[in-house]
């Protein structure tokens, strides 16, 4: 019951930066984490960070010090900041929500359709 939907993928140059946004809606969505996965073709599904209502944060080993979560309560909007962007970067990334933050790790409950981010010369 909760609608997830991702925009602000694109091509840019390792190094530069992208910011995706996610709008959430749907009964109850304030009750869910929400959170970021990618996958690239042929590579299984990975999560990326997570963020809680009150702020609490998570983020793969993979991410730390280049990506930031941020979420906007009052717009029903996450944001994935994602900075010194490197070509293994290049995924389609989804929207997730979920229960709890560790939950939403294992897997999640709700997806968006995905954005496409490629990261090239």
């Known amino acids: 019951q909760v609608q997830l939907v991702e925009s602000g993928g694109g091509l840019v140059q390792p190094g530069g930066s992208l910011r995706l946004s996610c709008a959430a809606s749907?009964?109850?969505?304030?009750?869910?984490?929400l959170g970021w996965f990618r996958q690239a073709p042929g590579k299984e599904r990975e999560f990326v960070g997570a963020i809680s209502w009150s702020g609490g944060t998570s983020y793969a080993d993979s991410v730390k010090g280049r990506f930031t979560i941020a979420r906007d309560n009052a717009k029903n909007t996450v944001y994935l900041q994602m900075n010194s962007l490197k070509p293994e970067d290049a995924a389609v990334y989804y929207c997730?929500?979920?229960?709890?933050?560790?939950?939403?790790?294992?897997?999640?409950?709700?997806w968006g359709q995905g954005t496409q981010v490629t990261v090239s010369s």
């Open positions: 997730a929500a979920g229960l709890t933050i560790g939950s939403l790790k294992a897997g999640g409950n709700y």
């Open positions: 749907g009964r109850s969505f304030r009750s869910y984490v």
